[in-house]
């Protein structure tokens, strides 16, 4: 059974042998005298009947060179006499699934949506699941440097599901995983994200007839949830995400929205590298930079709040805890 392939312009012998005639007197007017059984005529019209069945043969798609064509596609044997239609749809769904991983979008993409469907993932059971991964080009994680520029290396950080930082058996098993897919001349290093400790320091007033215990535990409860790197926490919402980095405008708009909070007259990081500090034009301390291997989770060893409630005379003074 043929089938006719879309968009092949169909070739009609009476309209060749009409262009063909339609020159011969420009090209060469003695050659014939146009009589339907001149010789000139005759090799016309040949050529217009054979190139018309070369047309339509060109034209068609048979079985035949479905199945050839299935074999180019996915070796010896693939076109064989089962049902070609789903030989075909199955050889299609092959092609568009991604397996080499070349760029960066592939490696994220393998290591999410196909490694835990795999032989590497399946044996980690619900731990081959990842809440975040971040492919870093043309870096070495595992070296001294992790900063410095690596060409032909190329590390994936990964966040798993289950946990912050991944065990040994999921790095392992991801980088099995990603062995056969790599280019040849890629160095694929897997790695946990690396934990960097960020404290808070703030200074909240709170509303009349406020709970100071209460809201002391919102407002730590609110901090912990920021810098979590699963729903609820980062600046959207959706997490805080690996290389983010920590804005104070962030923590500021959490806390201040909390109930019974009447404004925040502070928030500050505690920072133990300075260059590490995101400042404005003005030299003022806006947040801190987070390396690309790196996510900021909460110091709370350090975390300091102090509430200040109003009294009945005016002013505030400060709750003792």
Not at 150 to 158: D, E, F, L, M, T
């Amino acid at each position: 059974m043929s089938h006719e392939l879309p968009g092949v312009p169909e070739i009609r012998y009476d309209d060749l042998v009409s262009e063909a005639r339609s020159r011969i007197p420009a090209l060469a007017p003695d050659w014939t005298d146009h009589g339907p059984a001149d010789t000139g005529i005759a090799v016309i019209e040949l050529l217009a009947w054979v190139t018309e069945i070369i047309g339509y043969r060109a034209g068609r798609e048979t079985d035949a060179m479905t199945r050839a064509f299935l074999e180019l596609l996915a070796g010896a044997g693939a076109g064989g006499e089962g049902d070609i239609e789903a030989t075909l749809q199955s050889t299609l769904e092959a092609l568009w699934t991604r397996y080499r991983a070349a760029t960066a979008a592939d490696f994220v993409h393998l290591a999410k949506d196909e490694f835990p469907a795999s032989p590497e993932g399946q044996a980690l059971g619900a731990g081959a699941e990842l809440e975040q991964v971040v492919c870093l080009a043309d870096r070495n994680v595992d070296a001294k440097t992790k900063r410095a520029l690596a060409p032909g290396h190329v590390s994936v950080v990964i966040i798993p599901r289950d946990r912050v930082i991944a065990s040994k058996a999921q790095l392992g098993a991801l980088q099995a995983f990603f062995e056969p897919r790599r280019l040849l001349t890629a160095q694929v290093h897997v790695a946990a994200v690396a934990k960097v400790y960020v404290p808070v320091l703030t200074d909240v007033y709170l509303d009349e007839g406020a709970v100071p215990a209460t809201i002391h535990q919102k407002i730590w409860a609110t901090i912990d949830s920021y810098y979590s790197p699963y729903a609820g926490g980062g600046a959207d919402g959706e997490g805080m995400k690996i290389g983010a980095e920590v804005f104070l405008s962030d923590l500021y708009r959490r806390i201040d929205a909390i109930d019974g909070v009447d404004f925040v007259a502070r928030v500050s990081l505690i920072v133990d590298d300075a260059n590490r500090s995101l400042k404005n034009e003005r030299a003022e301390v806006i947040g801190l930079a987070i390396y690309p291997h790196e996510i900021a989770v909460h110091g709370s060893g350090r975390t300091k709040i102090r509430l200040f409630e109003p009294l009945a005379s005016g002013g505030w003074e400060e709750v003792s805890q």
